[in-house]
């Protein structure tokens, strides 16, 4: 079973719409999760951290936390093409050597 | 603010040679990690160190290494290069001491093994 699991799309959306990605992860001892966005041939970029249970807005993206069922969410609103990348899920935890665990990633792509 | 600089941007190498790639970061983070990425396999952890002068061995160590002699520099070495090893490779740090404990990545090596 995999520490980290993602729907790996595509995903297409129109542009405006809103945008939801989902993510799993099997450790319960879990502490901290992230959402990266990866365009192209470039490097992964942080776009939102959460620890807390609840949900997390920074603009036009709100991370969504539920420790209970193990998933986070990213939604994004208004999506834009320029949001158009592949969105990586990670969590953390200290109980595992401060290891980060990533899923394989989801494409989004934002139609105009 | 630099953040994490990697180097080479982008190595040729025949198989066989020795490679060393070079990871650098102004942080002053604790924590540092080496990872590699292949087309849908995502993300997959060499090695890692949680602070200088200490390793860990990620979830594919074998046929690299790593040093840890300072708080800033964390080089990762093949000692002889397979085509295998072919891959986009990405340093990135984190500070464990903090609540939220992010991570960050440099910008990658692209190294093609021949």
């Known amino acids: 079973q995999k520490e980290v699991e993602q729907n790996s799309g595509p995903l297409s959306v129109p542009e405006g719409a809103i945008a939801s990605l989902n993510c799993t992860y099997s450790d319960r001892g879990s502490q901290s999760f992230f959402w990266y966005r990866q365009y192209s041939g470039k490097s992964p970029e942080l776009i939102m951290s959460?620890?807390?249970?609840g949900d997390k807005e920074d603009g036009r993206f709100t991370a969504q936390l539920n420790k209970a069922s193990q998933y986070v969410s990213l939604l994004i609103r208004d999506s834009q093409p320029s949001d158009s990348a592949t969105y990586l899920c990670?969590?953390?935890?200290?109980?595992?050597?401060?290891?980060?665990?990533f899923g394989t990633g989801t494409s989004l792509t934002v139609i105009p | 603010i630099a953040g994490i600089t990697q180097a080479p941007t982008s190595q040729i190498l025949a198989a066989g040679r020795r490679m060393t790639l070079r990871c650098t970061q102004d942080?002053?983070?604790?924590?540092m990690y080496w990872y590699r990425q292949d087309l849908g396999l995502g993300l997959r952890l060499i090695h890692y160190?949680?602070?200088?002068?200490?390793?860990g061995k990620g979830e594919v160590p074998d046929g690299y290494s790593v040093s840890r002699a300072n708080t800033d520099d964390f080089p990762l070495t093949l000692a002889s290069a397979v085509p295998s090893q072919t891959s986009v490779y990405f340093c990135?740090?984190?500070?464990?001491?903090?609540?939220?404990?992010?991570?960050?990545f440099g910008p990658g090596t692209r190294l093609t093994v021949l």
């Open positions: 942080m002053r983070h604790n924590a």
């Open positions: 959460i620890y807390s249970n």
């Open positions: 160190s949680n602070t200088a002068g200490t390793t």
């Open positions: 990135a740090s984190s500070e464990p001491g903090r609540a939220l404990n992010e991570q960050f």
């Open positions: 990670a969590v953390n935890s200290r109980n595992t050597g401060n290891q980060f665990y």
